[in-house]
T-cell receptor, first 114, second 116 residues
Framework: KQEVTQIPAALSVPEGENLVLNCSFT??????LQWFRQDPGKGLTSLLL?????REQTSGRLNASLDKSSGRSTLYIAASQPGDSATYLC?????????????FGPGTSLSVIP | GAGVSQSPRYKVAKRGQDVALRCDPI?????LFWYQQALGQGPEFLTY????????KSGLPSDRFFAERPEGSVSTLKIQRTQQEDSAVYLC??????????????FGPGTRLTVL
């Protein structure tokens, strides 16, 4: 059974600092891994999606890496801003089928202090 | 539509009451997912629809939970005889199917259910 964990559970950093969020999964047989952002009272917003054949994806100040063999992914946020404060969730999808459920981690709550 | 919408946004129910949560997916999205998110946890899969067909309901925690999507668009998640452990945020997501494969899921804002 696929299990997804995230470390740390919560993180508080001063504005401008670079930071890394970690995600681990137990079954390396994944189709893709996705990082989401969740703001209080709002739904999830997809940030980056990495296919199993890829090593990393970048979008602006965000960079996500994937090491499928070790079951790990990291989300790197450069030059953090107060607007980055949110909960960050990683999620893995097992198979490339017309439908497949996504397994989420518990999230990392990030607070960027001005 | 512009995005996935859910209603109500907040629902308070007394234990034992029945509740119905509505999801309006993005127009044209074939796939629709329901998730349950407990406080401090990631969302957990409840059920999946492809058009009006409920292809997977393995995540529904008990037979008190029932979901439907009769016309392949709007979906309703119904919880009968609510219990305190049902308190959670219920998220709906929709996606297209491209070449037989599910595309990126777009999430609604969720319904926060509190059972007293």
């Amino acid at each position: 059974k696929q299990e997804v964990t995230q470390i740390p559970a919560a993180l508080s950093v001063p504005e401008g600092e670079n930071l890394v969020l970690n995600c681990s999964f137990t079954d390396s047989a994944i189709y893709n891994l996705q990082w989401f952002r969740q703001d209080p009272g709002k739904g999830l917003t997809s940030l980056l999606l990495i296919q199993s054949s890829q090593r990393e994806q970048t979008s602006g100040r965000l960079n996500a890496s994937l090491d499928k063999s070790s079951g790990r992914s990291t989300l790197y946020i450069a030059a953090s801003q107060p607007g980055d404060s949110a909960t960050y969730l990683c999620a893995v999808r097992r198979k490339k089928t017309s439908y497949d459920k996504v397994i989420f981690g518990p999230g990392t709550s990030l607070s960027v202090i001005p | 539509g512009a995005g996935v919408s859910q209603s109500p946004r907040y629902k308070v129910a007394k234990r034992g009451q029945d509740v119905a949560l509505r999801c309006d997916p993005i127009s044209g999205h074939v796939s629709l997912f329901w998730y349950q998110q407990a406080l401090g946890q990631g969302p957990e899969f409840l059920t999946y629809f492809q058009n009006e067909a409920q292809l997977d309901k393995s995540g529904l925690p008990s037979d008190r939970f029932f979901a439907e999507r009769p016309e392949g668009s709007v979906s309703t998640l119904k919880i009968q005889r609510t219990q305190q452990e049902d308190s959670a945020v219920y998220l709906c997501a929709s996606s297209r199917i491209i070449a037989g494969y599910t595309d990126t899921q777009y999430f609604g804002p969720g319904t926060r259910l509190t059972v007293l």
